[in-house]
């Protein structure tokens, strides 16, 4: 299967990544989405008239894969309203009109946590997701036989062009990853930590590197890994880090790994220290249009016009605004959407940065294949969707695609490939589901 050696290189463009944080003070208003993570959506625990503070559990994970939910600002809840997420789907949002105060509820405290059982407890109560993008609720990742951990690797792979917000964590942010190893090493017996990171942030692998040294718990390495796209993918990052590959079907955990986003990590550290759930976000703010590019502190719930706003607003309408990076991002509707958690980045592309070129007639050049990382057919895939062959597509195993998006980025044709691998993946579960129901 993979060989997990091919990839990209795309355009870099960190223009924020020296530069400091900004904090945003709390906005007129949050609307905080229920469903920002995989799963289902939480199920709002307050009504219109309720009075709430930082910290304020608002939603309650509705099952297993799911996650809580709480206020950003302190204030008054004014509106439940339907939400509509830039995948298309509608859940509930709460609206809060902030005083201004960003009071602090008294429910927060450091939680007490000396075993497994509390850890994964304590980690649901958060709420905290993958914060790398993807919204995984991280109790639900880590609640597994300790014996069966080998591995934990930190991403810092960070690959995708504009974003820098996990590289801003890695080089402010070293006390709350300490902390949160050393946690999961008292709690879990995690002996072995490997931090991978592309080889051109040098400043974050020097300040890792410092990190590691203070950790004597356990054994922390720092690994300089190639600079290439998608090197933050799991399945590369493990193989990279280890030498592991994971089968298709398969998940780090069955070779020995768990995979951790570095902000999710330093996040579960101010959360063991302090009992703080999480409640905001650092977003790196980019594109042609922005005035003032930075990564900014935002609560989250906070509107993209008024983050946009902070950031001096817009020097002409965009062409394209997108929660994450070019490659991987999704368009939002408009700048009335929310800061998400797992939002990472924020950007504003002018029409030159956001300009799709023509696409013409395959030319069967194999470059869609040459350049995946689990070294499949787009080509191919793309026939048997056109053809609506579902036993073709499972046979092609389409489903292992991670949707990085190299087969569209390398195809001199500029057909949408890595769409139609969605699409493909949507057809079989439709087909599965139809056999399930006969």
Do not use: W
Not at 69 to 90: N, P, Q
Not at 261 to 274: D, K, P, Q, S, V
Not at 344 to 369: F, M
Request: with cysteine; hydrophobic share 40%.
């Amino acid at each position: 299967m993979a060989l997990y050696l091919h990839g990209i290189h795309p355009p870099h463009r960190k223009n924020t990544a020296k530069k400091p944080v900004a904090r945003m003070s709390a906005p007129a208003t949050v609307t905080i989405p229920m469903a920002m993570h995989i799963g289902k959506p939480a199920i709002p625990t307050v009504k219109v008239g309720d009075l709430v503070k930082v910290g304020t559990k608002i939603g309650e994970a509705d099952g297993g894969i799911s996650a809580n939910i709480h206020a950003s600002v302190s204030g008054k809840v004014t509106k439940l309203v339907d939400y509509l997420l830039a995948s298309g789907s509608v859940t509930t949002a709460v609206v809060i009109e902030s005083d201004g105060e960003m009071a602090v509820s008294e429910d927060v405290c450091a939680p007490v946590v000396n075993s497994k059982d509390e850890l994964i407890r304590a980690i649901r109560e958060s709420g905290i997701v993958g914060l790398g993008g993807a919204g995984f609720p991280t109790h639900v990742k880590l609640d597994v036989e300790p014996e069966k951990i080998e591995y934990l690797i930190i991403n810092g792979a960070e690959c995708e062009p504009y974003i820098t917000s996990d590289t801003v964590t890695m080089l402010t942010r070293g006390d709350d990853m300490a902390y949160a190893i050393r946690e999961l090493n008292r709690v879990m017996g995690i002996a072995n930590v490997i931090i991978g990171i592309e080889n051109n942030k040098k400043e974050a692998i020097a300040n890792m590197t410092e990190m590691a040294k203070s950790v004597t718990e356990c054994s922390v390495t720092v690994k300089s890994l190639p600079t290439v796209y998608p090197q933050g993918g799991e399945k590369v990052l493990v193989y990279h880090t280890t030498g592991r590959k994971i089968s298709a079907g398969k998940l780090p955990i069955d070779v020995g790994c768990i995979v951790l986003n570095c902000t999710t990590l330093a996040t579960i550290g101010a959360y063991l220290r302090t009992g703080m759930p999480l409640t905001e976000k650092c977003v790196t703010v980019d594109g042609g249009t922005v005035k003032k590019a930075q990564n900014v502190m935002v609560p989250v719930g906070t509107s993209l016009k008024d983050l946009l706003d902070f950031c001096g607003g817009l020097t002409e309408d965009p062409e394209k605004i997108i929660y994450g990076g070019p490659i991987m991002g999704v368009t939002v509707v408009n700048t009335d959407c929310s800061v998400l958690k797992n939002t990472n980045a924020v950007l504003a592309l002018t029409k030159k940065e956001a300009k799709l070129p023509k696409t013409t007639a395959c030319i069967r050049c194999g470059s869609c294949v040459n350049t995946c990382p689990f070294s499949l057919a787009p080509v191919d895939i793309a026939t048997a969707y056109e053809k609506k062959d579902a036993e073709e597509l499972k046979a092609l195993s389409v489903v292992t695609c991670m949707e990085c998006g190299c087969c569209s980025f390398v195809c001199p044709a500029n057909r949408p490939l890595v769409q139609i691998n969605k699409l493909s993946k949507q057809l079989l579960k439709e087909e599965q589901q139809k056999e399930e129901n006969k």
